[in-house]
């Protein structure tokens, strides 16, 4: 089944805690989707999980505590895992055929630890988005530019690898690739610059 209206982007979320990297992501994603008219769920929380205030008060966002198979167990053909080890490249033909989009909620890591493979053994059609790793919200943003903009691929304004300056003797290089703003910098999770720079003396590899 198709349809024509809002997608459905669901994060499965696969790390133990929501640590404040994850929060920002999330809440990036829903007030995206919330914007554009889609819906997004984030799946799989433990019960026990306090979903954050912010997050809570986005109209559009759903918590579940079900998985994105339990969810979808009658209608698998639907979903559309994106996965930077499938063999074939999203394209925007794949919004008529698809109308849930489906990402590991796992925080990305360098080099990557394909920690997308526990989605990809449930056995959902997979997409690439190009070769590089994208942190979630902007893989879950270049998805809805393809999907529901018609935007191919190959003609996303990307920025790779840049280079976040704090102040004249501190920066920091962001191992992803990232959708460009319209003042050219990268588009990122609002506070996420403030809570790296805050988190200067601690290694990019500590915050995953
Ligand atoms: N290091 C990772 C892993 O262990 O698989 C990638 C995690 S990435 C930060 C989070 C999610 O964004 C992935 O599970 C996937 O759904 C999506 N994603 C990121 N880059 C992608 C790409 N180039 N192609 C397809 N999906 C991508």
Redesign the pocket.
């Known amino acids: 089944m198709t349809s024509a209206g809002g997608k459905t982007y669901i994060v499965e979320h696969l790390d133990e805690e929501l640590g404040p990297w994850s929060e920002l992501e999330y809440l990036a994603i829903a007030v995206e989707s919330h914007d554009a008219g889609a819906k997004f769920f984030l799946s799989s929380l433990p019960p026990s999980f306090k979903v954050p205030e912010a997050l809570n008060a986005v109209p559009s966002f759903t918590p579940e505590t079900r998985s994105v198979e339990e969810i979808y167990a009658s209608d698998k053909s639907r979903v559309c895992l994106?996965?930077?080890a499938a063999a074939k490249d999203l394209s925007p033909e794949d919004g008529d055929s698809f109308d849930v989009f489906l990402?590991?909620g796992?925080?990305?890591?360098d080099p990557?630890?394909?920690?997308?493979s526990e989605l990809r053994k449930k056995g959902f059609e997979g997409r690439?988005?190009?070769p590089?790793?994208?942190?979630?919200d902007t893989?879950v943003r270049v998805t809805r530019m393809v999907v529901e903009d018609k935007t191919r691929l190959l003609d996303v304004p990307y920025l790779d690898y840049p280079e976040l300056r704090f102040n004249e003797h501190e920066s920091t290089e962001m191992p992803f690739r990232y959708v460009a703003g319209t003042d050219g910098k990268p588009i990122m999770p609002k506070g996420m610059v403030e809570l790296i720079g805050k988190d200067g003396d601690k290694t990019l590899d500590d915050m995953f």
């Open positions: 994106l996965d930077p990402f590991g796992i925080l990305g890591d990557p630890r394909d920690r997308t690439r988005l190009g590089k790793q994208m942190t979630t893989a």
